[in-house]
């Protein structure tokens, strides 16, 4: 047996001494319990005392290795009050999913196993669940049979993966190989947008060299929907950015015509549908995506609507060929089989295994979970609108997803109600611009917000409301 001086001489010792106690994981499962029991009742964000309690961490590095069981006791006492209770049922702030349980579980096992997911000959197991997982997102979103998926971080990443397959095909065409030449002295391309884009393509035409000043932008309705009747003349020169789910109303373009026109003009359609893509999975709202097989590649979380674990991205490309082009890298150390290599479809080469959770996910869900998760935060939605109606808010969008947008009579009076739900600590949700005035945004993403969460929260909304008006 190891002596406690070996131990505190060897810290390679030290750490095969803890993973063979196993007593470390037990406490951590503990705090963990601990912290899953309180998430629904729990204050939704944490309270100044917790927030000034985080100093402790402030320390310079330590000399020597400190104890396991003191880094974890850390964590929890000074740490977990200190977290936003997202995995509970009033958190509407961004559009952040809860979490599955399955889906957390799984991604316990898989943190074991400790997976670099670039190629097969890394991670068997991470190869061959990415290709039952891109055949089950197929079948889902009613995709050509042929498309191709990469399994990023998020959103962020997943759009700059579809311009960038977008950039090569059409320099392609053009018979210009942007990847050695780059963009200087570069064939123009044409990128057309809505006004309502999401910032994280504004992210990726700037990494990508194409230009924000060079977008073609287009006018959208009172609901955040392109205008079709505005789109310019479209060539096989163009990048046409289209939405499933506006990031403040939710509201979807209308895919089934524009993405035809822009395919008989031979332009490139990526649709960004972060959460809003997975209306797709319910039979009750997957009018909303009628049209988007036509698209050449979509961008879409699983971290939000299906609620997996953080960070789950996805990509899905029509074109293999660009999307590989675009993103593959070469090295006489990589070794590329027969079975995917999943880092040709992602900027990565590391990369955990995300995909372990995502494949839990839909596994446990199947259809018929998918659809009830889905419908259910629009069901939760509508609750929300119908109710703050009741109490005086005005609700500003069509509630045609999970996304809610109220406001009171003046921005003054909006901020102030806002802050005051706030500081309530019964739920959270932060404020947006909404044809140039001040509003809330509600977002409905966790498969746990309850009836009665909707319920609770809409009180504090009202409480704060009223009092101030009062004044």
């Not at 197929?138 to 042929?146: E, H, T, Y």
């Not at 404020?431 to 009665?452: D, H, M, N, P």
Request: aromatic share 8%.
């Amino acid at each position: 047996m190891i002596t406690t001086e070996t131990v505190k001489g060897d810290i390679r010792e030290k750490m095969f001494n803890e993973l063979a106690d196993k007593s470390i994981f037990d406490q951590a499962k503990q705090y963990a319990f601990d912290y899953a029991d309180n998430s629904m009742t729990r204050n939704v964000y944490p309270t100044q005392e917790a927030i000034k309690a985080l100093a402790k961490f402030d320390e310079q590095l330590p000399e020597t290795s400190m104890d396991a069981s003191k880094v974890l006791e850390m964590l929890h006492v000074f740490g977990s009050p200190a977290t936003v209770s997202q995995i509970g049922g009033r958190y509407f702030g961004l559009v952040n999913g809860g979490i599955i349980p399955t889906a957390l579980a799984a991604k316990w096992l898989s943190d074991f196993w400790d997976q670099n997911t670039p190629l097969y000959v890394t991670s068997p197991i991470a190869s061959k669940l990415e290709s039952v997982v891109e055949n089950w997102l197929i079948q889902l979103f009613n995709l050509p049979a042929d498309t191709a998926a990469g399994f990023v971080s998020g959103s962020s990443m997943a759009i700059m993966c579809g311009l960038a397959a977008a950039r090569w095909r059409i320099y392609e065409r053009l018979n210009y190989d942007v990847n050695a030449k780059g963009l200087i002295n570069a064939p123009k391309i044409r990128i057309v947008a809505g006004r309502h884009v999401h910032g994280t393509v504004l992210k990726a035409i700037a990494l990508l060299g194409l230009g924000k000043d060079n977008i073609e932008w287009v006018d959208v309705d009172d609901q955040g929907r392109i205008l079709e009747k505005d789109l310019p003349e479209l060539d096989d020169r163009t990048v046409l950015v289209l939405q499933a789910g506006n990031v403040n109303s939710g509201s979807f373009d209308n895919f089934d015509s524009i993405c035809v026109k822009a395919k008989k003009a031979n332009s490139w359609v990526h649709i960004d549908g972060a959460f809003g893509l997975w209306a797709s999975g319910s039979k009750r709202l997957r009018h909303l995506t009628s049209g988007i097989e036509n698209a050449n590649s979509w961008s879409v979380d699983g971290h939000k609507t299906l609620n997996t674990p953080y960070d789950c991205g996805i990509i899905l490309c029509h074109d293999n060929e660009a999307l590989v082009s675009a993103l593959q890298a070469t090295g006489s150390y990589i070794v590329y089989g027969d079975e995917r290599d999943g880092m040709l479809y992602t900027p990565e080469m590391s990369r955990r295994a995300r995909i372990v959770e995502l494949w839990a996910t839909m596994k446990y869900l199947g259809l018929e979970g998918i659809d009830a998760l889905v419908f259910g935060l629009h069901q939760r939605a509508i609750q929300f609108s119908s109710e703050l109606r009741e109490q005086g808010f005005q609700v500003l969008n069509e509630v045609v997803f999970n996304q809610v947008l109220i406001c009171c009579e003046n921005d003054e009076l909006t901020q102030k109600t806002l802050e005051a739900v706030q500081e309530s600590l019964e739920c959270w949700c932060g404020a947006a611009k909404w044809k140039g005035q001040l509003v809330i945004r509600i977002s409905v993403c966790s498969w746990s917000t309850t009836s009665e969460d909707v319920t609770r929260s809409v009180a504090a909304f009202s409480k704060a409301y009223h009092s101030l008006k009062e004044e």
